[in-house]
Each structure stands twice: as structure tokens, then as C-alpha cells.
């Protein structure tokens, strides 16, 4: 059975690979470097949603339960943030790129900020 320190190291690595991998989407014109951060966008996008459910495993929520609100504004930013990465590979215009591309940097501050305060 895996832990949830493993969870965790799992889950934070990934995050890191994937906001590491926004600078090759964001700021890449060669097709190469694009590919190659697609595929690794795609990887730590899958690795972080399975290690996030193995971590709300060990905290003890089971199949069916409802989540707190806290852990469904976490999911929907996750999953914003992946549309977002996605627009990101159709613009061409460097502006509108920049935008966002911070604005994919203020929605993960903001699913950080959520988890470790549970405000709500």
C-alpha cells in the first residue's frame, strides 16, 4: 500500500513538472520543444489527478462521500488550469500568451492558497 508521504511526493513533483513545463508551451516556437512540452504537460497532468486521488484516499474520504468545498475548488482549478494550458497551445499572439500564462500562474496560487488554509 502506498503512503501518503508517496502520495504527496508524487503529487508535488508532478505540479512542478507541469508549471516547469509552461515556459516550453509558453515561450517556445521551435515545433520540437512545443511536442515535447505537450508530452510532458500530458504526463504530469495525468500523474498529479492520480496521486491527488490516492491522497484523498489516505485522508479518509470514500467512494460516494461528498468532498468538502475546499477539495472541489482544488479539482476545478486543476481542471481549469488544464483548459487554460490548452488554449495556450492555439494562440500566436505573444500578449495574449503572457496573459494567460499568468493567469495559469494566479489560478494554481490560488488551489495552493485553498489547500493550505481550508477556508471554507
Request: with cysteine; hydrophobic share 60%.
Amino acid at each position: 500500500m502506498i503512503t501518503y508521504e508517496t502520495y504527496k511526493l508524487i503529487h508535488l513533483f508532478c505540479i512542478m513538472m507541469f508549471f516547469s513545463s509552461l515556459g516550453f508551451v509558453a515561450c517556445s516556437s521551435e515545433f520540437l520543444l512545443k511536442k515535447a512540452g505537450k508530452l510532458v504537460i500530458g504526463i504530469a497532468s495525468f500523474l498529479i489527478l492520480a496521486a491527488g486521488m490516492g491522497l484523498i484516499a489516505r485522508l479518509g474520504f470514500k467512494h460516494g462521500d461528498g468532498f468538502p468545498l475546499w477539495l472541489n475548488l482544488k479539482i476545478a482549478a486543476w481542471f481549469f488550469i488544464n483548459i487554460l494550458f490548452i488554449a495556450l497551445f492555439k494562440l500566436k499572439n505573444f500578449k495574449q500568451k503572457v496573459f494567460v500564462t499568468l493567469f495559469i500562474l494566479l489560478t494554481g496560487w490560488a488551489a495552493v492558497w485553498v489547500v493550505l488554509n481550508k477556508p471554507i
